[in-house]
Protein backbone atom coordinates (compact mmCIF):
# COMPACT_ATOMS: atom_id res chain seq x y z
CA UNK A 1 0.00 0.00 0.00
CA UNK A 2 3.10 2.55 0.73
CA UNK A 3 4.27 3.55 -2.42
CA UNK A 4 8.01 5.59 -2.48
CA UNK A 5 7.95 8.77 -4.57
CA UNK A 6 9.88 8.76 -7.61
CA UNK A 7 13.30 10.84 -7.08
CA UNK A 8 13.15 14.27 -8.03
CA UNK A 9 15.56 16.91 -10.07
CA UNK A 10 13.59 19.80 -9.39
CA UNK A 11 15.65 22.00 -6.44
CA UNK A 12 13.02 25.14 -6.07
CA UNK A 13 13.48 27.75 -3.29
CA UNK A 14 10.44 27.76 -1.61
CA UNK A 15 9.17 31.51 0.17
CA UNK A 16 7.72 31.74 3.28
CA UNK A 17 4.62 32.72 1.97
CA UNK A 18 4.34 29.66 -0.12
CA UNK A 19 5.34 27.62 2.84
CA UNK A 20 2.39 28.90 4.96
CA UNK A 21 -0.06 28.24 2.09
CA UNK A 22 1.34 25.27 2.03
CA UNK A 23 0.59 24.28 5.84
CA UNK A 24 -2.88 25.55 5.61
CA UNK A 25 -3.50 23.62 3.14
CA UNK A 26 -2.07 20.56 4.84
CA UNK A 27 -4.80 21.31 7.63
CA UNK A 28 -7.73 21.65 5.26
CA UNK A 29 -7.05 18.38 3.50
CA UNK A 30 -6.36 17.19 7.30
CA UNK A 31 -9.56 18.08 8.64
CA UNK A 32 -11.13 16.78 5.11
CA UNK A 33 -9.67 13.32 5.91
CA UNK A 34 -10.97 12.92 9.69
CA UNK A 35 -14.69 14.32 8.22
CA UNK A 36 -14.43 11.52 5.76
CA UNK A 37 -12.71 8.36 7.65
CA UNK A 38 -13.63 9.28 10.93
CA UNK A 39 -10.62 7.13 12.04
CA UNK A 40 -7.20 8.27 13.43
CA UNK A 41 -5.25 10.24 11.23
CA UNK A 42 -1.31 10.17 10.26
CA UNK A 43 -0.02 13.28 8.61
CA UNK A 44 3.79 12.75 7.51
CA UNK A 45 5.98 15.71 6.30
CA UNK A 46 9.73 15.61 6.50
CA UNK A 47 11.38 18.21 8.29
CA UNK A 48 14.25 19.69 6.41
CA UNK A 49 16.10 23.13 6.78
CA UNK A 50 17.05 25.72 4.32
CA UNK A 51 14.61 26.99 1.17
CA UNK A 52 14.53 23.87 -1.20
CA UNK A 53 11.81 21.67 0.73
CA UNK A 54 11.79 18.96 -2.10
CA UNK A 55 15.24 17.33 -3.62
CA UNK A 56 16.77 14.07 -3.64
CA UNK A 57 17.77 13.93 -0.42
CA UNK A 58 14.38 14.74 1.08
CA UNK A 59 12.70 12.09 -0.65
CA UNK A 60 14.97 10.04 0.41
CA UNK A 61 13.86 10.60 4.27
CA UNK A 62 10.15 10.88 3.22
CA UNK A 63 11.02 7.22 1.56
CA UNK A 64 12.49 6.02 4.72
CA UNK A 65 10.03 7.23 6.80
CA UNK A 66 7.05 5.72 4.58
CA UNK A 67 8.81 2.39 5.03
CA UNK A 68 9.15 2.88 8.71
CA UNK A 69 5.57 3.75 8.83
CA UNK A 70 4.49 0.51 7.00
CA UNK A 71 6.45 -2.12 9.39
CA UNK A 72 5.29 -0.71 12.47
CA UNK A 73 1.92 -0.94 10.92
CA UNK A 74 2.30 -4.09 9.52
CA UNK A 75 3.46 -5.22 12.99
CA UNK A 76 0.85 -3.96 14.93
CA UNK A 77 -1.79 -5.13 12.65
CA UNK A 78 -3.06 -1.89 11.93
CA UNK A 79 -6.46 -1.60 9.24
CA UNK A 80 -5.22 1.00 6.89
CA UNK A 81 -8.25 2.70 5.45
CA UNK A 82 -6.87 5.01 3.04
CA UNK A 83 -3.49 6.24 2.07
CA UNK A 84 -1.83 8.77 -0.27
CA UNK A 85 1.60 10.62 -1.54
CA UNK A 86 1.23 14.21 -2.20
CA UNK A 87 4.59 15.16 -3.77
CA UNK A 88 4.76 18.93 -3.16
CA UNK A 89 7.51 21.84 -3.89
CA UNK A 90 7.06 22.31 -0.53
CA UNK A 91 7.72 18.54 0.55
CA UNK A 92 6.38 15.79 -0.07
CA UNK A 93 3.33 14.76 2.52
CA UNK A 94 1.35 11.60 3.18
CA UNK A 95 -1.73 11.18 4.98
CA UNK A 96 -2.57 7.39 6.41
CA UNK A 97 -6.60 6.80 7.82
CA UNK A 98 -6.21 3.71 9.88
CA UNK A 99 -8.49 2.38 11.77
CA UNK A 100 -6.19 2.04 15.40
CA UNK A 101 -6.01 3.95 18.90
CA UNK A 102 -4.53 7.44 17.98
CA UNK A 103 -3.14 7.14 21.68
CA UNK A 104 -0.85 4.07 20.33
CA UNK A 105 -0.30 5.26 16.96
CA UNK A 106 2.10 8.40 18.30
CA UNK A 107 3.69 6.22 20.91
CA UNK A 108 4.76 3.64 17.92
CA UNK A 109 5.75 6.52 15.64
CA UNK A 110 7.64 8.07 18.29
CA UNK A 111 9.63 4.81 18.77
CA UNK A 112 10.02 4.57 15.29
CA UNK A 113 11.35 8.26 14.98
CA UNK A 114 13.37 7.19 17.78
CA UNK A 115 15.02 4.05 16.54
CA UNK A 116 16.35 5.85 13.20
CA UNK A 117 19.06 7.80 12.44
CA UNK A 118 16.98 10.18 10.65
CA UNK A 119 13.92 9.59 12.75
CA UNK A 120 14.14 13.28 13.95
CA UNK A 121 13.33 14.31 10.47
CA UNK A 122 10.40 12.72 10.25
CA UNK A 123 7.39 14.91 11.71
CA UNK A 124 4.13 11.67 12.18
CA UNK A 125 1.88 14.16 13.40
CA UNK A 126 -1.40 11.84 14.86
CA UNK A 127 -5.07 12.80 15.07
CA UNK A 128 -8.11 10.94 16.52
CA UNK A 129 -11.13 10.69 14.99
CA UNK A 130 -12.14 14.02 16.45
CA UNK A 131 -9.32 15.99 15.04
CA UNK A 132 -7.43 16.32 18.24
CA UNK A 133 -3.87 16.34 17.87
CA UNK A 134 -1.48 14.31 20.07
CA UNK A 135 2.28 15.98 20.72
CA UNK A 136 5.45 14.29 21.81
CA UNK A 137 4.98 16.82 24.97
CA UNK A 138 2.18 14.33 26.18
CA UNK A 139 4.09 11.61 26.73
CA UNK A 140 7.39 13.24 28.91
CA UNK A 141 9.78 13.40 26.28
CA UNK A 142 12.71 15.40 26.76
CA UNK A 143 12.63 18.26 23.67
CA UNK A 144 14.51 17.26 20.14
CA UNK A 145 17.89 17.53 20.00
CA UNK A 146 20.04 19.25 17.50
CA UNK A 147 21.06 17.34 14.61
CA UNK A 148 24.65 18.79 14.69
CA UNK A 149 25.74 19.41 18.47
CA UNK A 150 23.28 17.84 20.50
CA UNK A 151 21.88 20.66 22.20
CA UNK A 152 18.17 21.53 22.33
CA UNK A 153 17.31 22.08 18.94
CA UNK A 154 15.00 25.31 19.14
CA UNK A 155 17.53 27.11 20.89
CA UNK A 156 20.32 25.87 18.08
CA UNK A 157 18.07 27.63 15.43
CA UNK A 158 16.97 30.55 16.85
CA UNK A 159 20.85 31.21 18.08
CA UNK A 160 21.40 30.22 14.13
CA UNK A 161 24.35 28.37 15.76
CA UNK A 162 25.07 26.22 12.44
CA UNK A 163 25.32 26.67 8.52
CA UNK A 164 22.79 25.59 6.64
CA UNK A 165 25.84 23.63 4.76
CA UNK A 166 27.02 21.92 8.12
CA UNK A 167 23.07 20.78 9.06
CA UNK A 168 22.61 19.51 5.26
CA UNK A 169 25.98 17.51 5.76
CA UNK A 170 24.53 16.16 8.88
CA UNK A 171 22.13 15.29 7.52
CA UNK A 172 23.37 13.49 4.55
CA UNK A 173 25.12 11.44 7.32
CA UNK A 174 22.35 10.36 8.99
CA UNK A 175 20.05 9.47 5.78
CA UNK A 176 23.06 7.11 4.64
CA UNK A 177 23.27 5.39 7.93
CA UNK A 178 21.15 2.02 8.48
CA UNK A 179 18.56 1.95 10.30
CA UNK A 180 18.92 -0.63 14.25
CA UNK A 181 16.07 -2.45 15.06
Request: aromatic share 8%; net charge negative; with cysteine.
Amino acid sequence: MFYPLPDTQEQLEISLPDLLASRDARQARQQEWIGLHQVTLISFTVVFPGPVKDNHLVRQIFNQGLNALKQVASCRQWVLLSQQSFPLVTGPECLVAVNADALDVKKALIDAEELSPIGRLWDFDVFDYQGKLYSRSQFDLPTRRCLVCDKEAKVCARLRSHSLDQILCRIEELAYVPATN
